[in-house]
Each structure stands twice: as structure tokens, then as C-alpha cells.
């Protein structure tokens, strides 16, 4: 067992005590080595009568397939289950379990996990839909997770916490002092293709898996290229030498990296040299593999939902189709550590270290990616990850027009939650929270440098304290608003 547990593992537990609506059966996906393994052996060791199976490469799936079957047969426990989707032809395993468990299992629990999130959430939404499995969806190690693993904290609540700072937060962007070294990802050319490899068999080991047949390597090692191209609009000799950034920024001027493997393309001469076709595939791929969030705003009726997009993206064949796509939409990465980690090799080859990237105005940027993100992973009732704005201008190209506008960046209207994101403290008459929504009950949260109040109706909460209060679900439980005379001043 991990020393601490994953954040994860605390809401699988409960389901398993205390399943809602008699739902017997937990799907949990993530990408490979994310967690998955450590979160399945944590709960074998915690409950009685439990049995792990595991059809990793390298095990006997026929000893495996029969451990199962029979645990299966008693009806009784929890059966947890490793790489599902590795398993030959594990839709027909899979009917059984969810046969099983529903007609003979009143007392059996099952989790199952997989590292092709597009297989397990395709049987989510088919054999396991309607209600017959609960998905919960692991990312990479949360705020809140590296301060209670290094020892900073030492239990998962933060909404009384004062000292947190945002020296913590950028030091787990930089996963620093972490003990478990396997939570460190490198995201390389060796990795990604691993993430291919773990599409690529559970393909093989599918009845019929359709359109996840047609993806191919180089879709998933195009995911690097974005990420660095993304890195490298963000980044440049003018930002690290002129942090305020008042002067114009200019692109770094860089050939191709090749260190230890990692395909790293940053300029834009370099992206439109690339395959469309691969450059759509991989954005499908992000997308319906929940690692990445799409950007809409609430108040446009024309708004593609991430679902209807991924499908778009999986037919486009020419720079056109996917420049009329990158004029609508915003695709972000669900966590800011996919770019710090390509980061550390970026920066390394001029010199400079992670931690001189995030005294810029970086530490902005990936902010508000790792907000969005977070909030993401705790939206339970959505199968694709989504983020709503309100009041934004896309075309706001000048300070002056941005003004103008009245942006909130989040609005979860079903939640009822509204929070703009900043890294700084902003003076009142530029906060647009309360210009929304004036007469409804809403929680309203601005992040701050280092205010922690609530005032006129919006919570302040410095931004290292406000990621972990994302992380646990304890901005849930906020006091609500409104506009009116009466709000505390």
C-alpha cells in the first residue's frame, strides 16, 4: 500500500460500502502508470473477502479469466479487476459481470480498470451504461494529493488552511520531493507509445473496435508536438528577461529537440508542416480519452458540445476543416503537469530551469489550466469534459477590448458556481462576478495572490488554497449569493 491514498481511492471505498441506487459495478479509467494498480492493491488489502485479477501483458489470462469466473460464481465480495480490456474478447467477460452482479450478485462488488480510456468509457456508455456502472476517472497527482503525500498536510481539507502558498503550488508543478517516483511522469516518445500499444491491444482483444482501429501511432505522438508548440506561444527570451511583459513577445527561435527520444516542434512553420489528419486525430483522441477539456461559452447558442466536436475532428482531412475549428474552440489539457513536464525539457536546452518558466507570467497560463481541469474531474454528472465560460470576447485581441468584456471563467450553471481565475489580486471594479446571474443564488469565487475573505458577495481565496478546495469538492460547500444591498461588506 501507498503510504497515503490517492484521492480515488477514498471515493471507490465508499462506493463499494455504499453503492448509490443499488449500482454494483465501478469503472475506473486513466492513462498507464498513472495510479490505477496502487489504487486496486490499496483496496485489496483494505476489505475482506476481496480478490485482485490481472490481465496485464505477461500474466497467464487463461489462470486469470478463471480466478475471476469463479469468484464470480460465489457471488459474493469484491472482485477487482486490472486491464480489462486486455482480456480476449472481454466484451462477452464483461455481459457476464454485469449479468452476474445484477442476477446473482446482491452481495458482489466489481471495480474494473483499464489504460485505453476510449475502450472503458465505450463500454460505459454501451454494456455498462444506464446506470449499471459508476465511472470515476483518475488524472494525474492533484494539488492537493502532492501536499498531503510530501508531508505538507496531513489529511485531505483545506478550507480552513492559511499557509498555503504559491511556492507549494509551484513546486508540485514541478513534482518536487515527491516519494513515490513512480507518480513521475515522462511524457516522451517512449511513453506515448505505450498509450498507443494500450489502444493498439485492446483493439485486438475487442469484438469490434470500430473507429478506435483507425487511430494510429503517430495521431498519439502528435499529442507531444501540440503540447510543445503550445509551450513555445507561451514562452520566449523576452518573458524570462521581462517578467512584467511589457515589451513584445517574440517566438524563441529553436530547431527540432531530440532529447532522449521527445519529438518537440516549436515553431509555427513546424506545426503547419504537419499531417492535419494526425493533428485531428490526436484532439479526438484527448478528447474522448478525458484528457483534455473543451471550452465553451454559456452564452453562445451555437456551441458544439465535446462529444459532437471529437466526431468532427475524427473526419478532418485538410488545414481548412481544422482551422475552422481552431477559430470556435479552445482544447485544453486537463493538467498543467503534461506541459511542465515537456517544459523541464524545453527550457533545460537554453539554460533555464521549470522554476525560472514559473516566475513569469507562465504560472497565469497554467493556472487556469489546472483550475478548469480540476473542476472538470469533479463534475460527476458529465461524461465529456467541458468548461463553460460567460461574458468573454474570443476575438478580444487588445487589453482594451478584453476590459470591455465582462469574463467569468468558470459558470457551471448546474452547480451554480461562478469563479474567475487569477494568480494576482484583483481590484473589485474588475471582478465581473457579480454581473452575471444578479438575481439568483450562486457561489462566486475569485482566486487571489494572498486575500482570503468574503466580501460583497465573492469568496477570495488565494489560488494555492482555492486548487485544493477544487480537488477535495470543498468549494461545494461555499456560501451562495446575490447581487443586492444586503451582501457583507
Known amino acids: 500500500m501507498y503510504t497515503h491514498q490517492r484521492l480515488i481511492y477514498h471515493d471507490i471505498k465508499r462506493f463499494l460500502e455504499e453503492p448509490p441506487e443499488g449500482c454494483r459495478i465501478a469503472v475506473l479509467t486513466g492513462i498507464r502508470r498513472i495510479g490505477k494498480t496502487g489504487v486496486l492493491t490499496d483496496l485489496l488489502a483494505s476489505l475482506p473477502n476481496a480478490a485482485y485479477v490481472n490481465f496485464s501483458k505477461n500474466r497467464d489470462t487463461d489462470a486469470e479469466k478463471r480466478t475471476c469466473l469463479e469468484f464470480l460464481k460465489a457471488g459474493k465480495g469484491v472482485l477487482l479487476i486490472d486491464e480489462v480490456t486486455h482480456c480476449p474478447n472481454y466484451e462477452i467477460l464483461v455481459e457476464h459481470i454485469e449479468h452476474t452482479a445484477y442476477n446473482n450478485g446482491k452481495d458482489l462488488r466489481v471495480v474494473m480498470t483499464g489504460s485505453s480510456s476510449l475502450h472503458l468509457l465505450a463500454l460505459k456508455s454501451g454494456l455498462l451504461g444506464a446506470g449499471r456502472a459508476k465511472l470515476f476517472r483518475m488524472s494525474f497527482l492533484s494539488f492537493a494529493e502532492y501536499l498531503v503525500f510530501t508531508g505538507r498536510k496531513s489529511g485531505y481539507a483545506f478550507a480552513g488552511e492559511s499557509d498555503l502558498t504559491g511556492e507549494d503550488f509551484k513546486d508540485y508543478l514541478q513534482l518536487k520531493n515527491l516519494p513515490a517516483e513512480g507518480l513521475k511522469i515522462s511524457f516522451d516518445h ?32 502528435c499529442v507531444l508536438d501540440l503540447v510543445a508548440y503550445t ?24 530547431a527540432d529537440i531530440d532529447s532522449k527520444g521527445l519529438r518537440i516542434y516549436l515553431t509555427a512553420k513546424q506545426l503547419k508542416n504537419m499531417a492535419p ?14 484528457l483534455a477539456y473543451l471550452e465553451v461559452s454559456h ?31 479552445n482544447i485544453c489539457l486537463v ?25 513569469t507570467r507562465v504560472i497565469g497560463a497554467v493556472l487556469e489550466n489546472y483550475v478548469k481541469g480540476a473542476y472538470c474531474g469533479i463534475k460527476n454528472h458529465q461524461y465529456e469534459y467541458e468548461i463553460s465560460d460567460i461574458g468573454g470576447k474570443k476575438s478580444a485581441l487588445t487589453n482594451e477590448e478584453r476590459s470591455q468584456s465582462a469574463e467569468v471563467d468558470i459558470c457551471d ?20 462576478l457579480m454581473k452575471h446571474f444578479k438575481d439568483e443564488d450562486f457561489i462566486r469565487i475569485l482566486s487571489t495572490k494572498d486575500i482570503d475573505a468574503f466580501s460583497f458577495g465573492t469568496h477570495k481565496i488565494p489560488y494555492p488554497k482555492l486548487c485544493a478546495m477544487i ?8 456560501q451562495r449569493s446575490r447581487h443586492g444591498p444586503s451582501q457583507k461588506k
Open 190 to 221: 517512449a511513453y506515448m507509445a505505450e498509450l498507443y500499444r494500450d489502444i493498439e491491444q485492446s483493439n485486438q482483444s475487442s469484438q469490434n473496435p470500430g473507429i478506435f482501429a483507425e487511430i494510429t501511432e503517430d495521431d498519439i505522438l
Open 231 to 254: 509551450l513555445g506561444n507561451m514562452t520566449s527570451w523576452e518573458v524570462f528577461n521581462n517578467p512584467d511583459g511589457n515589451r513584445e513577445l517574440l517566438p524563441l527561435k529553436a
Open 277 to 290: 489528419v494526425n493533428i485531428a486525430r490526436a484532439l479526438y483522441y484527448l478528447i474522448v480519452a478525458n
Open 299 to 329: 452564452d453562445d447558442p451555437g456551441k458544439a458540445s465535446a462529444s459532437r466536436l471529437a466526431r468532427q475532428l475524427f473526419h478532418v482531412t485538410t488545414k481548412e476543416e481544422l482551422s475552422q475549428i481552431f477559430a470556435k474552440h
Open 335 to 359: 493538467n498543467p503537469l503534461w506541459y511542465m513536464r515537456i517544459a523541464e525539457e524545453i527550457v533545460e536546452q537554453y539554460g533555464f530551469g521549470p522554476s525560472q518558466l514559473l516566475d
Open 413 to 432: 450553471v448546474r452547480k451554480k458556481l461562478l469563479c474567475e481565475v487569477t494568480a494576482y489580486n484583483k481590484r473589485r471594479g474588475d471582478v465581473n
Open 471 to 478: 480537488d477535495t469538492g470543498e468549494i461545494f460547500k461555499l
